[in-house]
């Protein structure tokens, strides 16, 4: 990675480029900023934002404006640009470049942005069915742990209609999803979109279901506690009313027995 140039400094385009790792945009210049040009560019400040918070800006101080609808702010930064039709080039996983199909409310899903996606760094149309031909593609992040060693970790994006089908890595064709308990090797596999050790289960944040039989214990435990209770209190109560008694009816007694005492 080269080190990002300030305001004004000299830059070239030709530097653009994505972490191998990350695969986040470094260009010659830095997160304020972006390269006028291919040759004698100049770092200039940036004229538009993708992200409600930018990386490189402090809190309070200015930052670009994101762009209206029917565009989209590139990685770059240097100006909002009318969304892409279909086939046009587009950069990594930059779905929001990429312009709406006609019926985008039907094909919109979280795996998609009104139902267009960039697959393959070109926009298409995640409206491929059962049994069609699809577009798969494969990004792999790279994490480096403490001591150095490298944790990876594969996305696989397809044009199919989600989240009811998945593109099969193999035959390159649209097949339905996974039920829960099903087995499977990817995410993508399940309709939940989470695969854990073979397997589909529920994604994480789906609530915890309790069973009929478990509400029927939790209510039947509840409702046997509180009749011990309610049993214990009153066995209580009886034994301190049967001492209370005993103790009077001795007093009473002693009362007796000294009046007999005292009598001429």
């Not at 200015?62 to 990685?75: E, L, M, N, Q, Y």
């Not at 149309?125 to 990004?139: H, K, M, P, S, W």
């Not at 087995?183 to 993508?188: H, L």
């Not at 209370?244 to 009046?259: A, K, L, S, V």
């Amino acid at each position: 990675m080269q080190p990002s140039s300030e305001l004004g400094h000299p830059c070239s385009t030709t530097n653009d480029h994505l972490d191998p790792y990350s695969h986040r945009f470094f260009s010659d210049c830095d997160d304020k900023t972006y390269c006028s040009a291919a040759s004698n560019g100049t770092c200039l400040p940036r004229q538009c934002r993708r992200d409600e918070y930018p990386f490189g800006f402090s809190p309070g101080e200015w930052i670009p404006p994101a762009c209206p609808d029917d565009t989209f702010c590139p990685d770059e930064g240097n100006g909002c640009v009318p969304l892409l039709r279909v086939g046009s080039a587009c950069q990594l996983n930059r779905d929001d470049q990429c312009g709406p199909p006609k019926e985008w409310e039907v094909l919109a899903d979280r795996q998609n942005f009104n139902g267009s996606l960039c697959l393959h760094s070109t926009c298409v149309y995640a409206n491929a069915t059962l049994g069609e031909q699809c577009i798969a593609d494969q990004t792999t992040y790279i994490d480096i742990g403490p001591s150095g060693e490298e944790f990876d970790f594969t996305v696989t994006r397809h044009n199919c209609l989600t989240p009811s089908l998945f593109c099969d890595p193999n035959t390159l064709r649209c097949i339905q999803t996974k039920a829960i308990g099903e087995d499977c090797s990817s995410d993508q596999d399940c309709h939940s979109l989470n695969c854990d050790s073979g397997s589909c289960v529920d994604p994480p944040e789906m609530p915890t279901q309790v069973k009929t039989w478990q509400w029927a214990a939790v209510i039947s435990s509840v409702v046997t506690t509180m009749v011990l209770i309610v049993v214990t209190l009153i066995m209580i109560q009886k034994r301190i009313r049967a001492r209370n008694y005993e103790e009077i009816h001795e007093y009473y007694e002693e009362q007796i027995r000294c009046g007999i005492m005292l009598s001429p």
